[in-house]
Protein backbone atom coordinates (compact mmCIF):
# COMPACT_ATOMS: atom_id res chain seq x y z
CA UNK A 1 0.00 0.00 0.00
CA UNK A 2 1.46 3.15 -0.98
CA UNK A 3 0.95 6.28 1.96
CA UNK A 4 1.53 10.17 1.97
CA UNK A 5 5.24 11.14 2.41
CA UNK A 6 5.44 14.03 5.14
CA UNK A 7 6.51 17.11 3.96
CA UNK A 8 5.95 16.56 0.57
CA UNK A 9 2.97 17.64 -2.03
CA UNK A 10 -0.16 15.79 -2.72
CA UNK A 11 -3.45 15.89 -4.81
CA UNK A 12 -6.75 15.34 -3.20
CA UNK A 13 -9.40 15.56 -5.58
CA UNK A 14 -12.66 16.60 -3.80
CA UNK A 15 -15.80 16.45 -5.99
CA UNK A 16 -13.86 16.43 -8.96
CA UNK A 17 -11.38 19.39 -8.15
CA UNK A 18 -7.83 18.71 -7.74
CA UNK A 19 -6.48 20.64 -4.42
CA UNK A 20 -2.91 20.47 -3.65
CA UNK A 21 -1.86 19.72 -0.43
CA UNK A 22 1.04 19.03 1.57
CA UNK A 23 1.05 16.06 4.16
CA UNK A 24 2.46 17.36 7.48
CA UNK A 25 2.17 14.28 9.51
CA UNK A 26 1.56 10.31 9.18
CA UNK A 27 0.48 7.86 11.75
CA UNK A 28 -0.98 4.63 11.86
CA UNK A 29 -4.13 4.74 14.05
CA UNK A 30 -5.01 0.65 13.98
CA UNK A 31 -8.15 0.98 11.74
CA UNK A 32 -6.07 2.67 9.15
CA UNK A 33 -3.59 5.53 8.34
CA UNK A 34 -3.63 9.08 9.28
CA UNK A 35 -2.76 11.91 7.67
CA UNK A 36 -2.64 15.68 7.97
CA UNK A 37 -3.20 17.71 4.96
CA UNK A 38 -2.15 21.65 4.87
CA UNK A 39 -4.35 23.25 2.35
CA UNK A 40 -2.51 26.63 0.69
CA UNK A 41 -4.05 29.72 2.02
CA UNK A 42 -5.98 30.61 -0.73
CA UNK A 43 -8.73 27.03 -0.98
CA UNK A 44 -11.69 27.61 1.56
CA UNK A 45 -13.31 24.55 1.52
CA UNK A 46 -15.34 23.22 4.21
CA UNK A 47 -15.29 19.51 5.19
CA UNK A 48 -18.36 17.83 6.45
CA UNK A 49 -18.01 14.66 8.30
CA UNK A 50 -17.09 11.60 6.91
CA UNK A 51 -16.81 13.19 3.23
CA UNK A 52 -14.35 11.57 1.16
CA UNK A 53 -11.67 12.55 -1.39
CA UNK A 54 -9.69 10.62 -3.96
CA UNK A 55 -6.03 10.38 -3.43
CA UNK A 56 -4.85 9.59 -7.49
CA UNK A 57 -0.82 9.64 -6.74
CA UNK A 58 -2.08 6.05 -4.28
CA UNK A 59 -4.07 4.25 -6.78
CA UNK A 60 -6.87 4.72 -8.94
CA UNK A 61 -9.62 3.34 -6.11
CA UNK A 62 -7.87 4.50 -2.57
CA UNK A 63 -9.94 6.97 -0.82
CA UNK A 64 -9.49 9.08 2.40
CA UNK A 65 -12.35 10.02 4.92
CA UNK A 66 -12.29 13.44 6.23
CA UNK A 67 -11.83 12.83 10.07
CA UNK A 68 -11.78 16.73 11.86
CA UNK A 69 -9.58 19.83 11.57
CA UNK A 70 -6.33 19.46 13.81
CA UNK A 71 -6.04 23.77 14.12
CA UNK A 72 -8.07 26.31 14.73
CA UNK A 73 -7.43 27.82 11.18
CA UNK A 74 -9.32 25.52 9.05
CA UNK A 75 -7.01 24.75 7.03
CA UNK A 76 -5.30 21.85 8.47
CA UNK A 77 -7.32 18.92 7.96
CA UNK A 78 -7.01 15.11 9.48
CA UNK A 79 -7.96 11.86 7.32
CA UNK A 80 -8.35 8.12 7.27
CA UNK A 81 -7.06 6.06 4.85
CA UNK A 82 -8.60 2.21 5.52
CA UNK A 83 -6.29 -0.47 5.25
CA UNK A 84 -8.57 -2.70 3.82
Same mark, same amino acid.
Given at each position: ??????????????????????????????? !????? &?? *???? /???????????????? !????? &?? *???? /???????????????
Amino acid at each position: MKLPIVNEALALVIKGKTHHVTCTDLFDGGY !GYYFD &AL *FPKT /TRYKFSDGEQCQLPEL !GEQRL &AG *FVSY /TKADGKTARFLIQKW
